[in-house]
């Protein structure tokens, strides 16, 4: 089902389905064999039998239990981990009893518990550092494609001028230090060919550094291409993917994403700074043992570390804790909660002591509005939810088209070529236009800044200058002149061109995300329909939706502000966010008291985009790429039952299943080698069905191979024992092998009559790669994670209707392996079901209910 290893260069726009392997642990079945007959009453030998004595001098056997072989108990590329067990080797780490501990074992403890908060706080400082640099480093180069200044080529303009005593007020960008190539180079500053130069330019470095950034993610590390937050979103649901976030997809990605926000494509730098501090995170858990050899303890920390990365974009230290539960963790408990707000909050502080900005802010969009809204607004406030919600479904659909676009055909084959057409055809088209020519972090704050006295921007020059009606800074509603008309057709053309370009950019093979953008659409619109309202208000204060409250010469509508609304909703639209999108946009802003309109807005988007579609952006990019990932949020509507979507179907052979003790070396071997999947049920016998286990591919493999190595005697007529004792043999016979040791002894099983959505909830709640299928304790078939993903597309029938019994729906619990106390608490806190049966095979020693 997955490869390896994915070299290949164009990993970002290819889908995992097309990538087959057969080691995947999706695929664990293999029909061959005769049907097992359900109808059989004959009695079965028990399921473990004491044979005692030892093996009469024959060589000691090697039990995988004593010692463990190196690289059992580990994952293959492109894997699912098994969350029961990396949860029950983190219990097995702390010693049992409460005997008297000496004071080491104490030191031990104390520094076990303390370096949670130590990693923390060192993914903080890291990704706070990158971020800094980062920000700074694409304002310069940004900045670079217009001019250079005189005084250190490193300054960007703003920088530039800060120093300069000659800038006047209706120019304050323009100052004798900073130089734009027209100048340097012809040494005209206006004209038609100073205008030709400075185009050429602009292109030129725009397609420099777009060539840079593919090329470099190309040649090096090709997961360093994309956001990044669907990737991230897999891996948390206990996926893995090696290299994903390895040190050379940081430093690629860390580079190549200055370089593609320098370029002027229509992507922003928000979700690859998330992909970023999860590489940060994940680099850091090699400093520590626990997380170092815990696929489950690294996924917390994981976690923590999305919630610094959208800390460090956006400057909302809250927001991206809220971010990470609402949007992206699969597993958050309680202390990961506690130590993502704590390295959210080390980010914070640590961007804010860079102070990339240059305004000794934290946030990126300062907003200081002077008007409060008024309850009437909501209706403006909700028709800009309804436009978000519909530009997020129209955005959804037509980048989902444009991606398999290419990956069906040629287009696909030639990412650098589509990277600099397009890069291209963005600069061509966005120089002209001032509002697209600039970065789109400059666009959203002039759209979010609410005119005053101090303002020299063409969106507020309106016809007269009144003064204000009080003191203070706000200026009364007045009519609009010639130049902020004008402002609203470049406007409107600027939101075409934005609503078209990030269609076709987002999902190139270089680093792009997809917030920035999204709400930049917003707050174009947003402000077209601030001023559309304030204009309303001027010329027609007597209608009844102004009267009391709107009068002649006061300041009634704030455009900022329904920019700012029309940006959250927009954003809201594409990617589903509800609770975190409204606390990262008043972090972002500044401005608390406009969570009502936000809210308003936030919420009819999330409502309308769901009616024209059910997922996300990331969801849908998920689903593009044939991730395994089960979205929580989904609800399950088939009405069907674990026996109608179990494999074998009726009629077809049973699974491939190892015995306790019928089976040699060789006939392992041979099933091995016959078969690409990745796990094997353990049957009594053939006969019987009886499930005593379940073996992975990877641990049998290994194991063999091991004892090939270091028990003398094993060849391949030896006969492989998975049970507790191992009888007596024969003198002459080769050495046996016991396995019972790499035997997973409580594979999580149900009955055939459980409803499919209980069992999709349990693959939900506790990550699971397959579940065995029982019958009154014999083995009926096997639920892969492979098989709950095809239930989406697939409306199921059940064959028949089933005959309901005592246990019908109960969840087993196989007691054989005798189940701690903590991972069963475990279980079924986070699966909610008020009831559950312990068992050994057949035989019920009771039940439990919560």
Known sequence: FYPGRMENSGYCGESFSSLQSGTSDEDMVEVSGPTVDLSSTDDVPPLERDYGGGLNGLPKLMDLLEEPVPGVGTYEDFNTIDWVREKSKDRDRHPRGKSKESTWALVKGISDAFSGWLLMLLIGLMSGALAGGIDISAHWMTDLKEGVCLNGFWFNHEHCCWSSNETTFQERDKCPQWKSWAELIIG????PFAYIMNYLLYVSWALLFAFLAVSLVRAFAPYACGSGIPEIKTILSGFIIRGYLGKWTLIIKTITLVLAVSSGLSLGKEGPLVHVACCCGNILCHLFTKYRKNEAKRREVLSAAAAVGVSVAFGAPIGGVLFSLEEVSYYFPLKTLWRSFFAALV??????????????????????FHTPWHLL???????????????????????????????????????????????????VLAFPNGYTRMSTSELISELFNDCGLLDA????????????????????????????????????????????????????????????????????????????????????????????????GADCITPGLYAMVGAAACLGGVTRMTVSLVVIMFEL??????????????????????????????????????????????????????????????????????????????????????????????????????????????????????ARKRQDGVVSSSRIFFAEYTPPQPASSPAPLKLRGI?????????????????????????????????????????????ILKLHPLQLRPGGHARHHQLDGAAFIPAASGRSTHTVTMMMRMVKMPLWTLSTGPRCFGRGSV
């Open 188 to 191: 005209q500053s206006e004209g």
């Open 347 to 368: 980010a914070a502080f640590t961007l804010r002591s860079i102070n990339p900005f240059g305004n000794s802010r934290l946030v990126l969009f300062y907003v200081e």
């Open 377 to 427: 607004e909501l209706l403006p406030f909700v028709l800009l939810g309804i436009f978000g919600g519909a530009w997020g479904a129209f955005f959804i659909r037509a980048n989902i088209a444009w991606c398999r676009r290419r990956k069906s055909t040629r287009l696909g084959h030639y990412p650098v070529l589509e990277v600099l057409v397009v890069t291209a055809a963005t600069a």
């Open 457 to 552: 921007s063409q969106l507020c020059t309106y016809a007269n200058g009144s003064e204000p009606k009080s003191g203070g800074n706000a200026l009364p509603d007045r009519p609009a002149g010639a130049e902020v008309y004008s402002a609203m057709w470049q406007l409107a053309l600027a939101l075409l061109f934005k609503v078209l370009v990030t269609v076709v950019t987002f999902g190139m093979k270089v680093p792009s995300g997809l917030f920035i953008p999204s709400m930049a659409v917003g707050a174009i619109a947003g402000r077209l329909l601030g001023v559309a309202v304030e204009q309303l208000a001027y010329y027609h204060h007597d209608w009844v939706i102004f009267r009391g409250w709107c009068s002649p």
């Open 589 to 706: 802003t500044g401005g608390l008291e406009y969570i009502v309109p936000l809210m308003a807005a936030t919420m009819t988007s999330k409502w309308v985009a769901d009616a024209m579609g059910r997922e996300g952006i990331y969801e849908a990019h998920i689903r593009l790429n044939g991730y395994p990932f089960l979205e929580p949020k989904e609800e399950f509507s088939h009405k069907t039952l674990a026996m109608d979507v179990m494999r074998p179907r009726r009629g077809d052979p049973p699974l491939s299943v190892l015995t306790r003790d019928g089976m040699t070396v060789e006939d392992v071997e041979g099933l091995i080698a016959d078969t690409t999947y990745s796990g094997f049920p353990v049957v009594v016998s053939h006969e019987s069905q009886r499930l005593m286990g379940f073996v992975l591919r990877r641990d049998l493999i290994i194991s063999i191979e091991n």
């Open 743 to 787: 035997m997973d002894l409580s594979p999580f099983t149900v009955t055939d009559h459980t409803a499919m959505d209980i069992v999709v909830d349990i693959f939900r709640k506790l990550g699971l790669r397959q579940c065995l299928v029982t019958h009154n304790g014999r083995l009926l078939g096997i639920i892969t994670k492979k098989d």
